[in-house]
T-cell receptor, first 115, second 111 residues
C-alpha cells in the first residue's frame, strides 16, 4: 500500500493564488523529505530538501520565497506555491527515503494548473 | 553536483525483443542507482536498483549493470511486453541523499 500520502492530486486556480500541497509519510518518521517538479515530457527536477525542524535547502535557481516549505513534524511536509503564475503549472511530487542508499518513496503527485 | 545523462530519449521495439537504456553519471561519490518506471500522470515506481558494490543485478525480465570505472549503468529488459511501455528514468544518489534523474526514455513496445 501507499506509504506517502500527497494531496491535493489536482489543482486548478487563478493566477496570483497561493496553493498549499501536503505530503505525509504514513509508515516512517521522515526527518528529510524531498520536493520535485516535473514539467510535461521532462524529467523530475529536485526543488528542495525539506528538513524537519529547520529550514529547507533549495536547489540552485529555485526561489525560496516563492516555494515555501514547512516540515513541522516528522510525518508532514508542506509546499506552498505563493502567488502562482501560469509558468508554475507543473506536476509537483514529494518523496522520502528511509536512510542512505535506500529507495525513495514517492507521493502520487499534484498536478497544478494556473490559469 | 551530480549530472546524469540518459540515452536514448525514445526507444521503440517489437513485443518479445529486448530493450536497453544507458546512463552515465559524473559524481564518483554516487553509490546508489535506482531505475524508475513512470506511466502518464502517475508517480515514478521503482523497478530495480543497484548499489556501487555490485556489478549486476537481475529480477526476472529486468537487469541492471554498473561499471563504476566508466561511471555508467544500464537497464536491460528482455522479452518486452506492451505493458512495459512507459517512461523510464535512471537516477543516481550520493551519500548526501539527493536523487538526480536522467532525462528519461520513452519506451514503446509494439504488439
Amino acid at each position: 500500500g501507499a506509504v506517502v500520502s500527497q494531496h491535493p492530486s489536482w489543482v486548478i486556480c487563478k493566477s496570483g493564488t497561493s496553493v498549499k500541497i501536503e505530503c505525509r509519510s504514513l509508515d516512517f518518521q521522515a526527518t528529510t523529505m524531498f520536493w520535485y517538479r516535473q514539467f510535461p515530457k521532462q524529467s523530475l527536477m529536485l526543488m528542495a530538501t525539506s528538513n524537519e525542524g529547520s529550514k529547507a535547502t533549495y536547489e540552485q535557481g529555485v526561489e525560496k520565497d516563492k516555494f515555501l516549505i514547512n516540515h513541522a513534524s516528522l510525518t508532514l511536509s508542506t509546499l506552498t506555491v505563493t502567488s502562482a503564475h501560469p509558468e508554475d503549472s507543473s506536476f509537483y511530487i514529494c518523496s522520502y527515503d528511509r536512510g542512505p542508499n535506500q529507495p525513495q518513496h514517492f507521493g502520487d503527485g499534484t498536478r497544478l494548473s494556473i490559469l | 553536483g551530480e549530472n546524469v545523462e540518459q540515452h536514448p530519449s525514445t526507444l521503440s521495439v517489437q513485443e518479445g525483443d529486448s530493450a536497453v537504456i544507458k546512463c552515465t553519471y559524473s559524481d564518483s561519490a554516487s553509490n546508489y542507482f535506482p531505475w524508475y518506471k513512470q506511466e502518464l500522470g502517475k508517480r515514478p515506481q521503482l523497478i530495480i536498483d543497484i548499489r556501487s558494490n555490485v556489478g549486476e543485478k537481475k529480477d526476472q525480465r529486468i537487469a541492471v549493470t554498473l561499471n563504476k570505472t566508466a561511471k555508467h549503468f544500464s537497464l536491460h529488459i528482455t522479452e518486452t511486453q506492451p505493458e512495459d511501455s512507459a517512461v523510464y528514468f535512471c537516477a543516481a544518489i550520493a551519500s548526501y541523499g539527493k536523487l538526480t534523474f536522467g532525462q528519461g526514455t520513452i519506451l514503446t513496445v509494439h504488439p
